[in-house]
């Protein structure tokens, strides 16, 4: 651990002067509320704000970002993790403004790494570090992984929906989140997903909200909502991103005013790739 320990120093010192990536994770407690959807439309509006943007599928079981884009992939985090391929080398542009990284499909575990393997990992992602902004989609529920990703990211964004399930689940992955995380300074915004109308939007906000505030002392921001949109299941059968497809679409005027709020919103200054490195794999090694 002590190689591995010098070369994040001096990872860190390398990039000291470098600008810092904004880093946002986005989290379910559930799979199938659009978690990876809402990654994806994130990022392209991030784009049309003139930011560099890349997305990150840290889903190492069923890595899916890629396939809801119609982009195939020739290398993952996969190749990289067992050094037959540098980080600059997978990443992909996409026609659509951004950039992604595809996640490791059937590799369960980072945390299950070599030394080795860890060390070069680590030092490749730096190569990550050209962006403004990395959107990581982490797999749905709450694994170490998951954990990890969240812990080192800048902010965590939870996903949920109208149903009493996705609800539960919600509450659940900021419970787990706040128990398994001694320092959460990370900021925890909320996407309610698939709303028939504002006012259903805003109950569901409110009772994650007031529950989260109640038992487990937890400020939660309500960063918005998304409407139920004919045109989203229709552009993941084209696979096209819907802020593409259909532009116009309510479920795309809602994604750009999730950004417009994202942007306007007070967040803590990160440290940019080489402080997310530290967080990731400082609490892997616990």
Known sequence: MADQAEKLREIVAAQSDQKKTRIIAVASGKGGVGKTNMSINMAIAYSRLGKKVLVLDADLGLANVNVVMGVIPKFNLYHVIRKQKQMKDIILDTPYGIQIVAGASGFSRIANLSEEERKNFVSE??????????????????????????????????????????????YGIIKIISTEIDDLDMGLKLIVNRVSSVTEAKKVAQRVINITGQFLNIKVDYLGFVYEDAAVPASVRKQQPFIINDPRGRASQCMQHIVGRLEKVEYREGGGVSRFIKKLFGRMDE
Do not use: H, Q, R, W
């Open 125 to 170: 992602l730096t190569a990550l570090a050209d962006a403004d902004i990395i959107i990581i989609d982490t797999s749905a529920g709450v694994s170490s992984n998951v954990l990890a990703f969240i812990e080192a990211a800048d902010e965590a964004v939870i996903v949920t929906t109208p149903e009493p399930t996705a609800i539960t689940d919600a």
